[in-house]
């Protein structure tokens, strides 16, 4: 069992790359967190059987896919297309996975955020703030909203040189 | 590849089987397009992480969750050793009959203690947790004079001095929360536990209730906030330390004034200017549905909802204008806010988002009690900035609006008397949040 200070501090470097790594399975940002709580608790009780020359971010990173495959395994037992996709895209790795932590994406993110137009962020804000996490929107809104993640794509790339 | 086909599986990572199975085809076919859907599985996640709130605060809740699990594990092993004990020290009985219901009560605290190991998981502190709090967003941190960029959820230690170009989080591990305003500027205690001095700029605080013998200390250069366990917020501006209290209580107290309780509801000022002023809470922002909302043609609509305020929630308010119609929103009050005349205005957070729209911000005086002889009484405000900001307006800047009812007195002026209406007017598209409106300066 590791001490609390032990468990506290691989928990604030690691969080935002486990939780990127969860969602980049296919797990719906509803449940992103849910799932990556659950790996933290299971980490917390197991951290004595992690071998001594194995990282923890690669350590939870396996617990991590675990608990995704159960996820979608729960979510539909006639035919797992969330499955098959985590499979499919488990086989690639993108330039934004490799362009370093968690961290670094999230503040080229705001900065590109910041260079939309004022309606283009308002829209972002009410798709993706606390009350609307649920709610989707009509395809209009996902098309607006899939061409502003696009724009934002291209844009982190960009700050990170990785374009 | 369809873009709708990828906007559909992104909005909630569901397609109907026909879908799914061109997706999946795509997916395999080309790592392209592998690569494109995986990106924009990753961006979906950080926009969500960026405008969600709630989603910022994951490393304190998951540290809870852990330290949850700890205690109740200590606590199962306090209540299992206590029942080996007690069937080691308990007399011999006279009675088989008499040792039934010692049995039943070790068993159930056994079986408590099991249940608690096995399945519990909700929140409480962690023990021996290395800082104090944790930072929820992104500042520059100066700690031993150094100073750095924090990231979203970076430790924080005693003594750390935060400096926030935008508004940041601090979440401390008893799960108590200052959310501490742009350009604002706050020292945690080197002393305390929890506690931080607000050197400038403003915070709202939600702090847990302190056990005996446990302190949370906010301090200004004006005072000291002594906190039991409440909300409320925080200001040091023009000389002057603000608090408003939203629930429960705060001791204030001054060097040359003593301590002082501010209650809920109550807005109190330490320091040079605004002393002794009193104010009158009209809308504290937490129920949305207070907020009434209104047009007059189907061309514009108006939805409402509820976003993180000032202090708590504030109400949102999202105005889609058509060109010759303004919508608006009114907020009806209690008959008891209806004598307005020993305030010197109105006083209420607005958020904009900066499209320049014009607002008015509306005092409806109806002196007989008849709505259709009713007077509106406006500011303009315009919509020109991004964020949080307090409207301090005074009677003397309302004027008689343009708009006004058939049957409304020509001349009345504004006498603040059986006021019983504050609305707001969009002259355009915009979202607006607004919060804490209150009278001021009596």
């Keep these: ?163 | 590849m369809s873009d709708t086909l990828l906007a559909d599986y992104l909005a909630d990572r569901e397609l109907e089987p026909e879908d799914a199975d061109r997706l999946l085809a795509l997916v395999r076919a080309d790592p392209a397009v592998a690569r494109r859907v995986k990106e924009l599985l990753i961006i979906d996640d950080l926009c969500s992480r960026a405008f969600a709130v709630e989603r910022r605060d994951f490393a304190n809740r998951a540290l809870k969750a852990t330290g949850m699990l700890h205690s109740k594990r200590f606590f199962a092993q306090r209540v299992l050793a206590a029942t080996r004990r007690g069937r080691a020290a308990a007399p011999v009985p006279r009675s088989r009959w008499r040792l039934l219901p010692i049995a039943s009560g070790l068993a159930a605290a056994a079986a408590l203690a099991v249940i608690l190991l096995l399945a519990d998981r909700s929140p409480r502190d962690v023990a021996g947790a290395p800082a104090v709090a944790h930072l929820v967003g992104t500042a520059q941190l100066t700690r031993d004079g150094s100073t750095t960029a924090a990231a979203d959820g970076a430790a924080l230690r005693p003594g750390d001095l935060i400096e926030a170009g935008s508004s940041v989080g601090i979440a401390f591990v008893d799960g108590s929360r200052l959310q501490v305003e742009p350009d604002a500027r706050l020292r945690l205690a080197a002393d305390l536990t929890r506690g931080a001095t607000l050197e400038r700029g403003g915070l709202a605080a939600d702090v847990k209730p302190q056990q005996p013998g446990e302190r949370f200390e906010i301090r200004t250069a004006h005072a000291t906030v002594r906190v039991i366990g409440t909300r409320f917020s925080l200001s040091v501006a023009d000389g002057a330390t603000t608090v408003a209290v939203s629930e429960g209580s705060i001791a204030l107290s001054e060097p040359d004034r003593g301590e002082r309780i501010v209650r809920a509801s109550e807005v109190a000022r330490a320091g040079a200017a605004r002393a002794g002023e009193r104010t009158l809470l009209l809308d504290d922002g937490e129920d949305e549905g207070r907020w009434t909302l209104s047009t007059n043609t189907p061309a514009s609509t108006i939805r409402r909802s509820s976003a993180p305020g000032r202090i708590g929630r504030a109400a949102r308010i999202d105005f889609d204008a058509d060109d010759n119609e303004h919508p608006w929103v009114l907020r009806r009050l209690d008959p008891q806010q209806g004598d307005w005349r020993p305030y010197a205005g109105l006083r209420l957070w607005l958020r904009g988002q900066g499209t320049g729209v014009r607002l008015l911000v509306e005092a409806v005086q109806c002196r007989s009690g008849e709505l259709d002889q009713r007077v509106h009484f406006c500011v303009e405000v315009v919509d020109d900035r991004v964020g949080w900001r307090q409207l301090d307006l005074p009677w003397s800047a309302f004027r008689r609006r343009d708009y006004q009812p058939a049957a409304a007195p020509a001349d009345e002026p504004f006498h603040r008397e059986g006021v019983i209406v504050v609305s707001l007017v969009a002259q355009g598209d915009a979202i607006v949040e607004l919060d804490q409106v209150e009278l001021y300066g009596r």
């Design chain 1, 1 to 163: 069992m590791p001490s609390a200070p032990d468990f506290a501090d691989i928990l604030h470097q690691t969080q935002g790359e486990v939780r990127l790594y969860i969602a980049a399975c296919g797990v719906p940002l509803a449940d992103v967190d849910d799932i990556a709580q659950e790996v933290y608790l299971d980490f917390y009780q197991a951290q004595d059987k992690r071998p001594a020359d194995v990282e923890p971010i690669r350590w939870l990173k396996g617990m991590a896919r675990n608990h995704c495959l159960r996820w979608f395994a729960k979510r539909s037992r006639a035919r797992n297309f969330m499955t098959e996709l985590d499979q499919a895209l488990e086989s690639v790795t993108t330039t934004l996975e490799d362009a370093g932590g968690s961290d670094e994406l999230l503040l080229a993110l705001r900065a590109c955020v910041q260079k939309l137009p004022a309606p283009s962020r308002s829209l972002l804000e009410r798709y993706y703030g606390d009350e609307a996490i649920e709610d989707r929107g009509t395809s209009g809104v996902r098309m607006a909203v899939l061409r502003l993640r696009e724009a934002l794509r291209t844009c982190v790339r960009k700050q990170l040189g990785t374009a």
